[in-house]
Nanobody, 131 residues
Framework: QVQLVESGGGSVQAGGSLRLSCAAS????????MGWFRQSPGKGREEVAAISSSSIYSDTFNTYYSDSVKGRFTISQDNAKNTLHLQMNSLKAEDTDMYYC???????????????????WGQGTQVTVSS
């Protein structure tokens, strides 16, 4: 059973940094897509950053960022440790949200996965940025 466990959330002042981590386990091959999403109560889940790969054997992948975080956030993965990271710099109050890690074990040829195509989700970690 695939499990995704997020960590690294917390409270920080505007302009500060946080690094989120997602420990993945329970799968027999590397996910084709992994991503970070965020959601506030009463709002839809928004993709923050994601990666996609056309091959489970490749160490190369495509990265995607929402316009609101481009240049401030960096997504990366440590394949040896089955961990996905999100480095968040220059945090703003509007980045306050619950952040979720997600994965897809279905191949879409390396293209960007859409939200419904992420079949596995973590429980989330709260990020609070005070202005």
């Amino acid at each position: 059973q695939v499990q995704l466990v997020e960590s690294g959330g917390g409270s920080v002042q505007a302009g500060g940094s946080l690094r989120l981590s997602c420990a993945a386990s329970g799968y027999s091959y590397r996910p084709y897509c992994m991503g970070w999403f965020r959601q506030s109560p009463g709002k839809g889940r928004e993709e923050v950053a994601a990666i996609s790969s056309s091959s489970i054997y490749s160490d190369t992948f495509n990265t995607y960022y929402s316009d609101s975080v481009k240049g401030r956030f960096t997504i990366s993965q440590d394949n040896a440790k089955n961990t996905l990271h999100l480095q968040m710099n220059s945090l703003k109050a509007e980045d306050t949200d619950m952040y979720y890690c997600a994965a897809s074990l279905v191949s879409y040829g390396g293209r960007r996965c859409s939200l419904p195509e992420f079949g596995y989700w973590g429980q989330g970690t709260q990020v609070t940025v005070s202005s």
